[in-house]
């Protein structure tokens, strides 16, 4: 096996961290070889909090992953989140030297360039700038400017930011462990590839990563990305509720969510109780499936409400054509579907990495999305073999949803 076909991707989850090894194909298809994982600690809403605890999550996970793949690891490419994460959209423009006509690749670079000379908040840092569309001389639909005449090139970007400090505390304590950080990608760009394709992102569609500390979001539409985010809620919210409203300890509600736990209401029988037995320093007790039930739905509710409304902020939700694609832990929820097809008014489907083999329990597994997710942006952003002018720039085309 080729090693340098082999990428890893690594997500530092609220919940868990994830590490996924995979050995890309010149198909585009990926085949996971290996996953290591450990429980999050030291992270909190996606962000590191306690930088020792979370370094010590972080090499249990590669660990665990190099075991089970038989691969040294010793570079990743690294998941960032957080609600400081945001993208706006923006035109980038500039005119080509007078001694050509004809536009170059040189140029795609300084129009991406213009499109980054905005104003953003000071202590941020860009992360992504992804193309959206050409225009030459005014002239819009231009799919591959390079090589034809005109004398002035734009084109709209995508651009998303976040603060720098939180970024590069996530990569400070990957490399603290050992392996090299070969990139940042912000986790629902990461995830996007694994779960369109092209025809879906060409219609339209919203990916929504409902995680254990995040919902991180991502819309596609008329083939590029248009509007991008992280809120700050997510699983551990609803568990924080549970224990709260049933008076019960944090570990017990959250086994009750995942193993009993449903976003749809009345489906309970008349005082239907579930038995949570006694364990040492806990008496046990009965829970009413029906309020169970109720305050997922409550929190769920709220969280898909307060995306609605980022989305209606951008006037995105009307060129949705292939749905709302939902992903992350917390779409493992019973019924998250239907609540979530309620509020948006659109198609919901609960998936998982596509164009994957290798180990089906983890692609099958719409927790590990984003990790896999993070493989496929790899291989994107390489330069095809043989590489070339033409090549790495068709990469990059293809990538944007332009060739």
């Known amino acids: ?93 500039v005119n080509i030297p007078e001694e050509r006509d004809e536009i170059c690749e040189e140029d795609f670079e300084d129009v991406q360039s213009s499109a980054r000379e905005v104003s953003i908040p000071a202590p941020n840092m860009f992360v992504h700038s992804l193309l959206q569309h050409y225009y030459v001389d005014g002239q819009d639909g231009v799919l591959n400017p390079i090589g034809m005449l005109g004398r002035k090139l734009e084109a709209d970007f995508h651009i998303i930011h976040g603060v720098a400090t939180r970024i590069k505390n996530s990569v400070r304590c990957v490399k603290e462990v050992g392996p090299e950080v070969l990139d940042v990608v912000f986790n629902p760009l990461a995830t996007a590839q694994v779960l369109l394709d092209q025809n879906q992102k060409s219609l339209g569609a919203l990916v929504v990563d409902f995680g254990g500390g995040t919902i991180d979001y991502l819309v596609y539409a008329d083939g590029a990305v248009q509007q991008s985010g992280s809120l700050a809620i997510g699983g551990d919210h609803i568990t924080n509720d549970i224990s709260l409203g049933l008076r019960i300890p944090m570990a017990k509600a959250e086994r009750l969510k995942v193993e009993e736990g449903s976003v749809i209401l009345g489906n309970a029988r008349p005082g239907e109780t579930i038995t949570l037995k006694d364990e040492t320093g806990f008496a046990g007790k009965e829970v009413e499936r029906e309020m169970l039930n109720t305050i997922i739905h409550c929190r769920v509710r709220e969280a898909f409400e307060l995306l609605k409304k980022q989305l209606e902020e951008e006037a995105n939700l009307p060129f949705l054509g292939a749905g709302v694609m939902l992903t992350g832990g917390c779409s493992l929820l019973k019924g998250i579907n239907h609540l979530a097809e309620e509020i948006f008014g659109m198609p919901v489907h609960v998936t998982h990495a596509q164009t994957v083999s290798g180990l089906t329990s983890a692609f099958e597994n719409p927790q590990f999305s984003t990790a896999i997710g993070l493989i496929k942006y790899a291989d994107a952003m390489q330069p095809e073999r043989p590489a070339g002018l033409f090549g790495r720039l068709r990469k990059k085309l293809s990538f944007f949803g332009l060739w």
Do not use: W
Request: include cysteine.
């Open 1 to 93: 096996m080729a090693r340098d076909n082999i990428v890893v991707g690594l997500e530092i989850g609220t919940s868990k961290v994830c590490v996924v090894v995979g050995e890309t194909r010149g198909d585009g298809t990926i085949r996971i070889l290996g996953v290591g994982q450990a429980p999050s600690r030291g992270v909190r809403k996606g962000e590191i909090v306690d930088f020792e605890t979370a370094g010590k999550c972080i090499r249990e996970a590669l660990v665990d992953a190099e075991e089970k793949s038989d691969v040294m690891i010793g570079s990743v490419y690294l998941g960032v989140t957080g609600s400081h994460i945001t993208g706006f959209n923006n035109r980038g423009a």
